[in-house]
């Protein structure tokens, strides 16, 4: 009788892992079946420097308000400024669908709770294909993974496809200045 005892708790031991294994080897399956796996990547300098440095000064109106800001200098230093505080701190990502540089969005730390969203570009001849809104989402959870509970930008209020995006990310507009910008905040 103990001998049956044994068997049948082994047998039910031995189903459990059976199942488990089984059920986890779905998940996983179904898990990458079901995850769309962009083409997002962290910058790179020796990959991605001379794409971002081309695509700053080509859309360099719509990025920076600021006639001497340095992309430069932001690439060498992974700062959102000058402070030598701020060095280290900018975090990029850069979009590459099939290996082509399409685009990127650079985002700090503003403060302990407030995440920033720098810039965001795609390249002219590739908008209109949901990338601004891959690279924005991106950098929400790179911000979020950081600690934050808000994200902000500022875009021209010129920038009419630059806000359709925001808003239909779900940031809230909650500035329109004089001088002609719009800022964004992200809450969610």
Known sequence: MSNTRIFFKRSTWIKAILVGLISGSAA???YHQT????????YNKQRDYQDIIDLFELERFWLTATVDYSPHYMLD???PNKKPASR???RINVLRPDNVFAGFTDYYMHDKNIGM?????VRPEM???????MLIKSAIAG??????????LVTRTTNIPGQKVYTALGFDEILRDEEGFVYYEYTK
Request: net charge positive; no cysteine.
């Open 143 to 152: 911000l979020k993974k950081l600690g934050a509970k808000k994200v902000n």
């Open 127 to 133: 908008r209109s294909r949901g990338y601004g809104k």
């Open 35 to 42: 995850q769309t796996h962009e083409p997002i990547f962290a």
């Open 117 to 121: 969203i720098l810039f965001l570009a």
């Open 88 to 90: 280290g701190t900018l």
């Open 77 to 79: 230093f992974m700062a």
């Open 28 to 30: 996983y399956i179904w």
